[in-house]
């Protein structure tokens, strides 16, 4: 039974599309529209997590993170 788990996608506009980052492994991807970024950083974590030896996981695993914002 595949295991669901959840990650953060935080989303910036560029240009004519979006850049997307999942903090808990650094990990980048882009799209057209949000929901192509969305998707295509879910496909990169998923890679991510089934190539990439167990310590490289460990290591870059971000567990606490605070969203805050500041002026």
């Known amino acids: ?3 669901i788990r959840e990650f953060t996608a935080l989303v910036e506009r560029e240009c004519d599309g979006y850049v997307v980052l999942c ?3 650094d990990v980048t991807s882009q799209g ?3 929901e192509e970024a ?3 950083l879910a496909e990169a974590v998923t890679l ?3 190539t990439s ?3 490289e996981i460990k290591s870059r695993h ?3 993170m ?3 914002r500041f002026d």
């Open 1 to 3: 039974m595949k295991t």
């Open 23 to 25: 903090p808990e492994f």
């Open 32 to 34: 057209d529209t949000v």
């Open 38 to 40: 969305r998707r295509n």
């Open 48 to 50: 991510f997590l089934e």
């Open 53 to 55: 030896d167990p310590s």
């Open 62 to 64: 971000h567990t606490e």
């Open 66 to 68: 605070f969203l805050t």
